[in-house]
Nanobody, 116 residues
Framework: QVQLVESGGGLVQAGGSLRLSCAAS????????MGWYRQAPGKQRELVAR???????HYADSVEGRFTISRDNAKNTVYLQMNSLKPEDTAVYYC??????????WGQGTQVTVSS
């Protein structure tokens, strides 16, 4: 059974930081590319960052230099460190398992709200 459980969202002032975590069941974590996506009200879900099983990373232009994705294979967990947060980062953030053609599994999401 595929399980992705996000945590770490909350309310933060602009310029602040949050760290999101996504715990995955072991049978799906190893060998898979993991992603973080977000969806703001009235907008489409968009890729924030992605990390391969080997640790290669990719970021959306809007978060490059502010967000860092990482993974701990021993804990079956992927993280998203978010610094210098802006009001436009406000969204529900989702963890995913990504294939070459796109995300195939989602977590339930965690709300991030950045106040100005």
């Amino acid at each position: 059974q595929v399980q992705l459980v996000e945590s770490g969202g909350g309310l933060v002032q602009a310029g602040g930081s949050l760290r999101l975590s996504c715990a995955a069941s072991e049978n799906i974590f190893r060998g898979n590319t993991m992603g973080w996506y977000r969806q703001a009200p009235g907008k489409q879900r968009e890729l924030v960052a992605r990390i391969s099983s080997g640790g290669s990373t990719h970021y959306a232009d809007s978060v490059e230099g502010r967000f860092t994705i990482s993974r701990d294979n021993a804990k079956n967990t992927v993280y998203l460190q978010m610094n210098s947060l802006k009001p436009e980062d406000t969204a529900v953030y989702y963890c995913s398992i990504d294939r070459s053609w796109g995300p195939v599994h989602w977590g339930q999401g965690t709300q991030v709200t950045v106040s100005s």
